[in-house]
């Protein structure tokens, strides 16, 4: 995503910069900013608590680990890491920063066609690195089966919200 953000936002007069979740340091002065938005990446407690200035605010909105994990479990897949509301808040909590809010959520979505799983795997190669519809097509047959009878079948999405203030 980095090759498309740059070619969009650098016209407009906006800097990207990689980070690379093995880089411990940001390339930002500490205290450089008064906000810090963060969707379904990996972030640093203590370097977002760095480069945050006092009275400054960190949002982050993440996939927890319940995510699809039914869907996941058809496939072989389990998840051995815990991340959820319940293990950032405390991290964050850690750095110095108090938080203002905490949400959490699990809604169902359904699934109506084994193709859209096939699709829905290949756009996010990280859930099973070596997906394909030959290794896997017993599975999508098993799938798509079920939905034959059932018309859909159901997946869980885990989101989580927190909102934390630097408050030194």
Do not use: M
Request: charged share 25%.
């Amino acid at each position: 995503n980095v090759p498309i953000a740059r070619a969009r936002l650098e016209p407009l007069g906006v800097q990207v910069f990689a980070i690379e979740e093995d880089d411990p340091q940001l390339p930002f002065a500490d205290g450089q900013f008064e906000l810090v938005i963060n969707r379904h990446e990996y972030y640093d407690p203590a370097e977002v608590a760095r480069i945050l200035a006092p009275g400054g605010e960190f949002i982050t909105q993440q996939v927890g680990d319940q995510n699809d994990s039914d869907l996941l479990a058809l496939f072989g897949v389990v998840r051995d890491e815990a991340f959820n509301l319940e293990t950032a808040a405390p991290e964050l909590a850690a750095a110095g920063l108090a938080l203002t809010t905490r949400r959490e959520c699990l809604t169902v979505t359904r699934i109506f066609d084994a193709g859209a799983v096939v699709y829905y795997f290949k756009a996010l190669p990280w859930e099973i690195p070596d997906f394909s519809v030959e290794r896997f097509f017993s599975v999508l047959a098993a799938i798509q089966e079920k939905i034959d009878e059932f018309g859909y079948i159901e997946t869980i999405q885990h989101r989580f919200l927190i909102a934390a203030k630097k408050i030194n």
